[in-house]
């Protein structure tokens, strides 16, 4: 289990060398509540010092997203790692507000994270039903049958870079025909089917053990809910889910979307703590939840969905969202996510259809906990996906992974998407970097307001830019287009003080796969309208692409370029991309370093692809020397230049960088300012997605 908090390098250093913990207000903008009645381990708050944190630190981070009281959190917790166990040096907040706690505050903070109003055991009701509920559940509900890795070879394929996008959502209002959203005065039981044996992957879940009706009343077994689906053609499937707020329930994409059965499933029911007794009579201690108002799954997994078996790196899209109009009652306490977590050890929750020595279907919460199996670690990991030792059958489908950590703290950290029966093997998308995002947006919502994730009307909001009135720092802002087809960026310049729009502009088209970077100067004498320029301006981003932004500050007097990209739609560190890298036009005062670290544990050597950011076309192909597992090689951009015959010419300033093979690690852009002496982790980008 969970001993020592480990961390993944995709949300580590990264968050220290960038500034965002150091950056962080020092004052707390929540209230802090009376400390919940479950006693809650306190954290080892001994090293706790946010202002002792730099980039010569050895550090590691979590980045956490909850539902607390009733709002979501995202924070990054930095613990130090000089000299025995990592110990917790900084919480920063990062959603609602970038916000730096004090010891005081962290401790009263994580408590709350850990247990916030969890009783004991939570009292039955079924008021949760909802007064609109269609609660009777269909008598011929079969499992849904487990997904298979396509071809029964488990190869990985094609890495994925670009950030999931959510396809066009499900709202009730345009599904719910006249008699799906009637009234109903009980919630029926549910009945086993004979149909259900015949289904063509029926095998047993070896080695799962029934959680006891009393465990399944408990935080955080009565957050697992058993999921009933009907869709457009008439068909119902059961499915596994975990109640992540008081209206979100997170499950895999193929429980809520099948394109052979009509698409959305047009009835829900969600019954959380479900679990039978003794004599096999089914229990919903909470009643069932069947209003909801939104369904939500990716992009991808709205294209592809309908066959039985994927490939490895199609089940990293395969997560899914149903928000509910009405919120639960029984419980305000919500497990918190761990993004990118690299435990080796999880636990899954949820129903499984079928059981050794057990004649039809079965309809309690079990659990199986497992260690993740090695072509995982070796390979799935790169995909955003990962496998363990874990037994399945249908039914499990969409039911959480979770670790458990040293101050007793439950956390998702994936979902269950298919399994393998030689050996037995559960596996499923990883709430990692390349998710997080899209995930926030769907846990966060309420209904009647926006998510915290979803760009405004008004555009991705950026802070703290430089106008060319000042006379020692200017703003540089740099957009790269990931998407398939060329576009531009409109944005409005707003007075930092007031909030005032002075101005819009729209950039000239960015070519696919392609970076351009803009002087605010340039953005200011091709504005809309002339003004008086503040100081400072706030920028609301409206793209025309989905990609990457980048704000750099650049120092007058020494030179100096730092990396300042911080957004309200989330800043991340692709492990696998860069952008911005200086050509050798630039060694005179600002060379690029490549860095390249491997954290696994197998020698390696790592494809590059070079591209040119004035046109997105590659240029050629760099492959590192052998890099030790643990190890790491420092390019420069003149030997990756000599290496594929590249002489950039006259404006040709800066690489794309991209990671083409499998590969467990990250790479890193480190920019030295010779004048100043300064290095500068230049990674750093937030996320750029259409409104």
């Known amino acids: 289990m969970f001993s020592a908090l480990p961390i993944g390098p995709k949300f580590g250093t990264a968050l220290v060398f960038s500034g965002l913990v150091l950056l962080f207000a020092p004052n707390p903008g929540y209230a802090v509540s009376p400390r919940p009645s479950v006693p809650v381990k306190a954290p080892d708050l001994t090293s706790y010092d946010c202002s002792t944190l730099s980039a010569s630190v050895p550090t590691q981070a979590l980045r956490i997203g909850q539902v607390i009281s009733g709002r979501y959190y995202e924070w990054n917790e930095i613990y130090r790692t000089d000299g025995g166990s990592p110990k917790?040096?900084?919480?920063?907040?990062?959603?609602?507000?970038?916000?730096?706690?004090?010891?005081?505050?962290?401790?009263?903070?994580?408590?709350?994270?850990?247990?916030?109003?969890?009783p004991t055991m939570a009292a039955p009701t079924n008021a949760d039903s909802g007064s609109n509920a269609a609660s009777i559940e269909p008598p011929d509900v079969k499992p849904e049958p487990e997904k298979r890795v396509t071809g029964g070879a488990k190869s990985a394929g094609a890495a994925k870079l670009t950030p999931p996008l959510p396809a066009t959502k499900a709202n009730i209002s345009a599904i719910i025909d006249g008699n799906t959203n009637s009234s109903a005065a009980a919630v029926a039981p549910q009945s086993s089917s004979p149909l259900a044996a015949l289904e063509p992957d029926a095998a047993a879940a070896t080695g799962q053990t029934q959680v006891s009706t009393t465990t399944s009343m408990s935080y955080p077994w009565n957050t697992v809910g058993y999921l009933s689906v009907t869709y457009p053609d008439g068909e119902s499937f059961r499915c596994s889910g975990t109640l992540v707020s008081a209206y979100v329930v997170l499950t895999a994409g193929h429980c809520i979307h099948n394109n052979t059965r009509g698409g959305y499933v047009k009835q829900v029911r969600f019954y959380p703590g479900q679990n039978t007794d003794s004599s096999g009579t089914i229990l919903t201690p909470y009643g069932v939840k069947t209003n909801w108002s939104n369904l939500q799954v990716t992009q991808t997994w709205s294209q592809i969905s309908g066959p039985d078996s994927f490939t490895i790196p199609d089940y990293a899209s395969d997560f899914a969202a149903i928000q509910f109009a009405t919120p639960v009652t029984y419980t305000s306490t919500f497990m918190p996510i761990i993004y990118e977590s690299v435990e080796t050890s999880v636990t899954n929750a949820g129903y499984p259809a079928t059981l050794p020595n057990q004649i039809g279907t079965v309809n309690g919460l079990y659990s199986m906990t497992g260690d993740e199996?090695?072509?995982?670690?070796?390979?799935?990991?790169?995909?955003?996906?990962r496998e363990f030792a874990i037994s399945s059958a249908g039914g499990n489908s969409g039911g959480p992974f979770w670790l458990t950590d040293t101050l007793g703290r439950t956390s998702l950290v994936g979902s269950l998407s298919y399994g393998s029966t030689s050996p037995s093997t559960a596996g499923g998308p990883w709430y990692d970097y390349w998710n997080y995002r899209l995930l926030s947006n769907w846990i966060a919502w309420t209904p009647g307001t926006a998510s915290i994730a979803t760009l405004p009307t008004d555009g991705m909001h950026v802070g703290s830019v430089f106008s060319s009135a000042q006379t020692t720092t200017q703003s540089l802002l740099r957009f790269y287009n990931i998407g398939g087809t060329a576009g531009t960026i409109s944005l409005t310049l707003e007075d930092y003080a007031t909030g005032t729009a002075l101005a819009t502009w729209t950039s000239s088209t960015i070519p696919a796969n392609g970076e351009l970077?803009?002087?605010?100067?340039?953005?200011?004498?091709?504005?809309?309208?002339?003004?008086?320029?503040?100081?400072?301006?706030?920028l609301s981003i409206r793209p025309g692409i989905t990609g990457y932004f980048q704000h750099v500050a650049l120092d007058l007097n020494t030179g100096t370029l730092t990396n300042l990209s911080t957004c309200d739609s989330g800043t991340i560190n692709n492990p696998s991309l860069l952008v911005g890298v200086h050509s050798s036009l630039l060694d005179n005062g600002y060379p690029s370093t490549v860095v390249v670290y491997n954290t696994g544990a197998t020698a390696s050597k790592v494809q590059l692809g070079i591209f040119n950011a004035l046109t997105g076309s590659q240029i050629g192909t760099y492959v590192t020397p052998s890099i030790p597992g643990g190890g790491q090689v420092?390019?420069?951009s003149t030997t990756i230049e000599a290496s594929i015959g590249q002489s950039p010419t006259s404006g040709e300033f800066h690489y794309l960088v991209e990671v083409e093979n499998n590969f467990t690690g990250y790479i890193q852009n480190l920019v030295t300012n010779q004048k100043a002496g300064v290095i500068t982790d230049m990674s750093a980008m937030c996320v750029l997605a259409p409104a």
């Open 634 to 636: 420092r390019i420069a």
């Open 88 to 118: 917790l040096a900084c919480i920063g907040l990062t959603i609602p507000v970038l916000q730096q706690l004090d010891a005081t505050h962290a401790q009263a903070f994580m408590s709350h994270s850990a247990a916030i109003g969890a």
């Open 517 to 538: 970077q803009f002087a605010i100067g340039t953005v200011e004498s091709q504005a809309s309208a002339s003004f008086t320029k503040p100081t400072y301006y706030s």
């Open 373 to 385: 199996d090695s072509d995982s670690q070796t390979d799935y990991e790169f995909h955003d996906v």
